[in-house]
């Protein structure tokens, strides 16, 4: 049988990488890859079925790097965008060029070619609940606040909070995609991802990277240095948090069984892990295992003080996924234990620091 064609725009990230290790160790598919770096993926170097091209598509390179494999792919899987709320604030120019200006012309090829286009947006896109900016918070039952693709209101947050750069732009590629889809019969999936957490995810400060990462990144970057983790405006955030693995089952299946997942807007994310941000500290704190972590507190801070002027934050993302669930006969299993534990062991092998995971399930 033919291998399906794939790109993969973004291959060389956190997603990327783990959607490559899993599609080519399954077999069946040829892989276009792109991204800034293969440092993540460079185990495939020599594949003959995976070939990478270290480059950043930016919209002024799109039609002469994709323009001879768009029509001939089976899917384009457009992974490559800034998704740090902490550049959101300080770069919102970069974040919004990033998620829309050097993605819209990806659109128009797939459009152009009909070209069947996998784009992860982001949960994000839905921001803060409307009981957030209620004077009460009354979020009544749980179910109310249920995100669900077409039927929830994505509230606007103010321009002068530039957090809200990044969803914006996000959504705005979704409207575009939906309109390729409505006037030019742009087949597509637009996936929104619910805190997928896994090995590889962000980088440390200062060790492979510098600034601030996403909270599983900034919370290990505590734990290996000795240093309290610090938890933004009380940690009353919650999430819905995903291991990886069962996020790469999901686009494998859709990748299986495109006619179900086409023409779809999916949550990904795990229902059964949902968290608040205090909760989640605990429970590092607990997995560590390490008895001298316990002896530095954690240090409250304010998400101005944390991440700058223009931040503000979603309050609860908690996914609905029954679409994805009925569609794709898809579950997330990993629990949220699990999915730490494997996680940290992870950060520490490759970080440098032996102790971890004494704690009883
Ligand atoms: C980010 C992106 O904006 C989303 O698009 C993406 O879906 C998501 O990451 C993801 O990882 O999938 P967010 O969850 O807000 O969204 O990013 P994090 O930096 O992981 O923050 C999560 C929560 O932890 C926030 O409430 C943040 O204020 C808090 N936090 C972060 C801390 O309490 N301490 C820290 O050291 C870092």
């Known amino acids: 049988m033919a291998k399906k064609r794939l790109i993969i725009l973004g291959c060389g990230g956190f997603v990327g990488s783990h959607l490559t290790d899993r599609l080519l160790a399954e077999g069946g598919y040829e892989i276009y890859g792109f991204d800034l770096t293969d440092k993540k993926c460079a185990q495939h170097r020599g594949d003959p079925s995976f070939r990478f091209r270290e480059t950043y598509i930016d919209g002024t390179n799109t039609e002469v790097e994709l323009g001879h494999l768009v029509g001939d792919a089976d899917a384009v899987v457009s992974l490559a965008a800034v998704c740090n709320p902490a550049q959101y604030v300080s770069n919102p120019l970069f974040t919004i060029k990033s998620n829309f200006i050097h993605a819209y012309k990806l659109v128009d090829l797939c459009a152009e070619a009909g070209t069947w286009l996998i784009h992860t947006s982001t949960c994000e896109v839905y921001r803060r609940t409307v009981a957030s900016y209620l004077?009460?918070?009354?979020?009544?039952?749980?179910?109310?606040?249920?995100?669900?693709?077409?039927?929830?209101?994505?509230?606007?947050?103010?321009?002068?909070?530039?957090?809200?750069?990044?969803?914006?732009?996000?959504?705005?590629?979704?409207?575009?995609?939906?309109?390729?889809?409505?006037?030019?019969?742009?087949?597509?999936?637009?996936?929104?991802?619910?805190?997928?957490?896994?090995?590889?995810?962000?980088?440390?400060?200062?060790?492979?990277?510098?600034?601030?990462?996403?909270?599983?990144?900034?919370?290990?970057?505590?734990?290996?240095?000795?240093?309290?983790?610090?938890?933004?405006?009380?940690?009353?955030?919650?999430?819905t948090i995903t291991y990886i693995q069962d996020a790469v089952?999901?686009?494998?299946?859709?990748?299986?069984?495109?006619?179900?997942?086409?023409?779809?807007?999916?949550?990904?994310?795990?229902?059964?892990?949902?968290?608040?941000?205090?909760?989640?500290?605990?429970?590092?704190?607990?997995?560590?295992?390490?008895?001298?972590?316990?002896?530095?507190?954690?240090?409250?801070?304010?998400?101005?003080?944390?991440?700058?002027?223009?931040?503000?934050?979603?309050?609860?993302r908690v996914a609905n996924v029954e679409r994805a669930a009925?569609?794709?006969?898809?579950?997330?299993?990993?629990?949220?234990?699990?999915?730490?534990?494997?996680?940290?062991?992870?950060?520490?092998?490759?970080?440098?620091?032996?102790?971890?995971?004494?704690?009883?399930?």
């Open 135 to 239: 004077p009460d918070n009354d979020y009544g039952e749980p179910s109310l606040y249920e995100q669900i693709e077409d039927e929830t209101p994505f509230v606007m947050g103010p321009i002068a909070k530039q957090r809200w750069s990044y969803a914006t732009a996000k959504a705005l590629l979704e409207r575009y995609i939906y309109a390729n889809h409505t006037e030019r019969g742009l087949p597509f999936t637009i996936i929104r991802p619910y805190n997928w957490f896994g090995p590889r995810m962000d980088f440390i400060p200062g060790r492979d990277g510098e600034g601030v990462p996403r909270v599983l990144a900034c919370f290990m970057t505590a734990l290996l240095d000795g240093q309290p983790m610090k938890l933004v405006d009380g940690g009353t955030a919650r999430r």
């Open 249 to 316: 089952d999901a686009l494998v299946l859709m990748l299986e069984k495109p006619e179900r997942a086409k023409n779809q807007f999916l949550n990904i994310g795990n229902g059964a892990n949902k968290i608040s941000m205090a909760d989640l500290a605990q429970l590092y704190a607990e997995i560590t295992g390490d008895d001298s972590y316990h002896s530095y507190p954690i240090e409250h801070v304010s998400g101005e003080a944390f991440y700058g002027s223009g931040y503000e934050d979603c309050d609860r």
């Open 326 to 361: 009925r569609l794709l006969q898809w579950e997330a299993k990993t629990e949220l234990r699990d999915t730490l534990r494997i996680t940290m062991r992870h950060f520490h092998e490759a970080y440098g620091k032996a102790e971890i995971d004494q704690v009883a399930a």
